[in-house]
């Protein structure tokens, strides 16, 4: 009996999608109830499958997303902290406003609902899972915002591993690398909005260098499994920690100079949706839109149209 949130579209449907192959009943949390009905369709699997609609930045919503699940299954073993916001662009073109934000959806969040449930997952020795990211790990450029509240849900993460043990319940958090989940249509894109926006959706579907979203929750469900304490999700992840680990001035001046390459901020960089500045080069790109159509990340008249 499985707690999702972000459920509804990308990485969080791959999980409940693999969660349900391996035997799991699952509750989707999403804000969109729209979403949350594809989702519930795609994954065709009748009474094991719940939504509850739900903004995990609001408590009483946390707090009737546990009752649902724990009426819908009688009982609450596993939850899945999934949902997060991206943020690309400068630092220049980033806010104070936007830092706290996407602090409370990827790293508040989880600690609040993680409590809501506590007393449930502890009768079921249950487990947490935490999705951060290796920009917990490493902060890359033009990512700023996003990296700051990775690096506080890892440690979030590691904190409640420790304290959470002796209550019988496990935590596992995973650092993923770039994975192609058709995630950078909902980013929130600053700065040159188009430039930006078509580097981080090319990275972010390139082979080789981004994981396909099905792998990655496979591995990432593997990682919950065998209740490791913290797992890396990818190769590049993988090598960006070790060489952060074992070279970290070098690092850290491969990183200056890659962000010498990146757009410039503009003088007054409003904020855009990722899917509102595509160009016709990240539109027309079919490893992307394959992934956008197989993980919910388009709406249904998209969906219509491809």
Known sequence: ??????????LGLALARELLER?????LLARDGAELQRAGQQLGAGPRVHT???????????VRAVDATVDAFGRLDVVVHNAGLIQTGPLANMTEADFRRIMEVNAYAPLRLTRQALPHL??????????????????????????????????????L????????????TVLPGLMRTGSARQAQVKGQQHKEYALFATLDNLPFVSLDGRVAARRIVDALVRGDAETMIGGPAHLLKYAQALAP????????????????????????????VETSVTRANPIKRAAER?????????????
């Open 122 to 159: 502890r009768r079921s020795r249950g487990r947490v899972l935490i999705v951060s990211s290796v920009g917990g790990k490493v902060a890359v450029p033009h990512l700023a915002p996003y990296s700051v509240s990775k690096f506080a849900s890892a440690g979030l993460g590691q904190a």
């Open 161 to 172: 591993r420790a304290e959470l043990a002796r209550e019988g319940v496990t935590v596992t």
């Open 294 to 306: 197989d993980l919910n990340q388009t709406g249904a008249a998209d969906q219509e149209r491809t």
């Open 249 to 276: 001035q070098l690092t850290a001046d491969a990183l200056a100079l890659g962000n010498r390459l990146l757009p410039e901020p503009v003088a007054h960089g409003g904020a855009a949706r990722g899917q509102d």
């Open 23 to 27: 035997g799991a009943r699952v509750m």
């Open 52 to 62: 509850v609609m739900a903004d995990v930045t609001v408590e009483a919503d946390l």
């Open 1 to 10: 009996m499985v707690l999702v949130t972000g459920g509804s579209r990308g």
